[in-house]
């Protein structure tokens, strides 16, 4: 099976997230899209609680249906975030997929300095998908809709419609996420 893996802090997951999750399922030669979010951020970014942007990410993959899955391997495998250790963890636990790692346009520069960089791109193909003023390769670009400008308009109490799901939206209301 071909999956593509999708990490992230997903902090919130936003409508971007989805949108890269349609292409890549309807572009690509990929089975699957796993979305993965990060346990502890490598660089130390506060991030709501775990179980939380997990919970939020199956709230948006549903919407996108039975080819989309959301993966808890970080959240097993504790400690520092890092994309080859959890694709090796991923690798182990399922030796029929066959991982292809989606990056956007905007990070893929960034991708050498990565841990284990030379590893990891050995080991997994890339689906480089375009942001915003980023389309680097992609013949397309998703909106730039970001994390960081949804937590920045929640915290100031402005409404987030359109950014994220509603699903999304209704359990930050619930469980008052990233509000001041």
């Known amino acids: 099976m071909r999956v593509a893996f999708f990490g992230g802090s997903f902090n919130p997951p936003h409508v971007a997230h989805q949108l890269v999750g349609l292409y890549v399922l309807e572009t690509e030669p990929v089975d699957e899209l796993w979305l993965v979010p990060c346990w502890k951020h490598p660089f130390d970014k506060a991030l709501a609680p775990y179980a939380d942007r997990l919970e939020m990410c199956r709230l948006a993959a549903a919407a996108l ?3 989309v899955k959301v993966s808890d391997v970080e959240g097993r495998l504790g ?15 399922r030796p029929d997929c066959q991982l292809h790692l989606v990056v956007g346009a905007d990070i893929e520069p960034e991708l050498p300095s990565w841990y284990g960089a030379e590893e990891l791109l050995r080991m997994v193909p890339r689906i480089v998908v375009g942001r915003g003023s980023h389309a680097g390769r992609s013949p397309v670009a998703m909106p730039a809709v970001s994390s960081t400008e949804v937590r920045r308009r929640l915290a100031s109490g402005q409404g987030v419609s359109g950014l994220v799901p509603s699903s999304v939206a209704d359990y930050i209301r619930e469980h008052r996420l990233y509000a001041e």
């Open 65 to 67: 249906g039975a080819r």
């Open 79 to 93: 400690g520092e975030s890092r994309t080859l250790r959890t694709i090796k963890a991923l690798q182990r636990e």
